[in-house]
């Protein structure tokens, strides 16, 4: 059977791109399912999904009354929840394989929600005209892999330009459809979550060949504020069998306000809830990323830093600091129902925090230890090893203990 792909823009502004893409989709051979999230008017072109199955989604029954009102963010609220509830729906039936949205400013909002509901793996693909510049893209892909494709011009009618952008957006949305078919969606071994960061990226490779080794199947996730994110969401959707928490740096970046702020609050929590084993261990959680150097403030400047690269610089956290993180962290991991070990490297909790490296501060790595242990229910087991985290004196230890829960977890 062929696959279908689900368009959705706002047609009372973009029917003609919009009926451009669908004509392509059929020619390629795929069924398309044409939802219109427009507010003004009716299209002059039925669509699969009308403006108005999409309001009494979001639980407006007549759209002519809402748009009467004159409140546009209103509308553009209840039409960003209706696709959303519409998609679900949609979902629960199987009645698509990807999902190719088109729009400006809203357009882009509308679709995002809509791809944001879809599951991983699913080919999603955004044609905006946001898709550049200085905007942020989190609200829009937030932990999904949702593809941008930048429009360039304006969504306004078609021209040779966006002709020819649209033909490459639907030959990439047919093309990840066609492939996605074939590509493996089962865990090769047993799956498990592995936190890390560029500065625990040595301990992390060695952590993750040894796993491998045992037969296990090792998804790690990049600590930067939404990698963090994504590991907790899957962990409390059933993907992993265990945890490997070794890079905790969301939860001391939040703590200040840094780039790479945990969102939500949710950090170090879902293996715990859902009793599954982990390891834990604080790696890079003793620094905060923040923008360039220029623009950091006389406080910030003042603490120890490394400028990572032009956009981003690295600093340490205080010392009061990283002691309430310490005992946030104790909190956290006290709500455990499962198995669970903490590790403490005494030599260094990231690459440049080590004895002669610019981020070496022990008194601030006692501070946290110091306050963890103060706050650590006592049922909870926790070892310091006189190793650095990225060292095999540290890593091997630790994996050892990993497999030895595993083992026992698997038998029951």
């Not at 999904?144 to 952008?165: P, Y």
């Not at 084993?277 to 959680?285: F, L, T, W």
Request: charged share 20%; aromatic share 4%; glycine share 10%.
């Amino acid at each position: 059977m062929a696959k279908t792909i689900l368009l959705i823009g706002t047609m009372d502004t973009k029917e003609a791109e919009l009926l451009f893409c669908r004509d392509l989709i059929r020619r390629a051979g795929f069924n398309v399912l044409l939802m219109d999230a427009g507010i003004l008017r009716d299209p002059r072109t039925p669509p699969d999904v009308t403006r108005h199955e999409v309001a009494h989604a979001a639980g407006v029954p007549e759209l002519a009354g809402l748009v009467a009102v004159g409140d546009k963010g209103k509308c553009i609220a209840t039409m960003i929840q209706g696709v959303a509830a519409k998609t679900q729906d949609l979902l629960r039936r199987d009645a698509f394989d990807g999902i190719l949205g088109v729009g400006g400013g809203q357009g882009t909002d509308i679709s995002a929600s809509a791809m944001r509901c879809a599951p991983r793996g699913m080919p999603k693909l955004l044609v905006s005209t946001i898709a550049s510049g200085k905007a942020t893209f989190g609200p829009y892909v937030g932990t999904k892999d949702i593809t941008m494709m930048h429009s360039i011009v304006d969504l306004q009618g078609l021209n040779f330009l966006i002709r020819r952008i649209l033909t490459n957006a639907v030959g990439a949305i047919c093309g990840m459809v066609e492939a996605s078919a074939d590509a493996a969606i089962e865990p090769q071994g047993i799956p498990v979550a592995l936190s890390m960061l560029g500065t625990t990226t040595p301990g992390a490779l060695r952590m993750k060949a040894i796993l491998e080794r045992h037969g296990y199947e090792v998804v790690t996730f990049h600590q930067n504020g939404t990698g963090g994110i994504a590991m907790e969401e899957m962990i409390r959707e059933g993907a992993f069998k265990g945890v490997l928490d070794l890079n905790l740096h969301e939860i001391g970046d939040r703590f200040v306000g840094g780039l790479h702020s945990d969102p939500q609050r949710e950090r170090l929590e879902a293996a715990g809830e859902m009793g599954i084993p982990q390891v834990i261990a604080p790696g890079s959680i003793n620094y905060a990323v923040w923008g360039p150097l220029p623009s950091l403030s006389k406080e910030l400047t003042s603490q120890k830093y490394i400028v990572h690269n032009p956009n981003l610089t690295l600093v340490r956290l205080r010392v009061d600091e990283l002691r309430s993180v310490g005992k946030i962290t104790a909190e956290k991991i006290n709500r455990a129902k499962g198995p669970t070990h903490v590790f403490i490297p005494l030599k260094g909790f990231s690459f440049p925090d080590r004895k002669n490296l610019p981020h070496w501060e022990p008194e601030g790595n006692q501070a946290f230890i110091h306050a963890l242990k103060a706050h650590l229910h006592p049922s909870v087991p926790l070892t310091e090893l006189d190793a650095h985290i990225n060292d095999p004196e540290f890593v091997d230890p630790v994996a050892e203990t990993f497999l030895s829960m595993m083992e026992k977890h698997l038998a029951r």
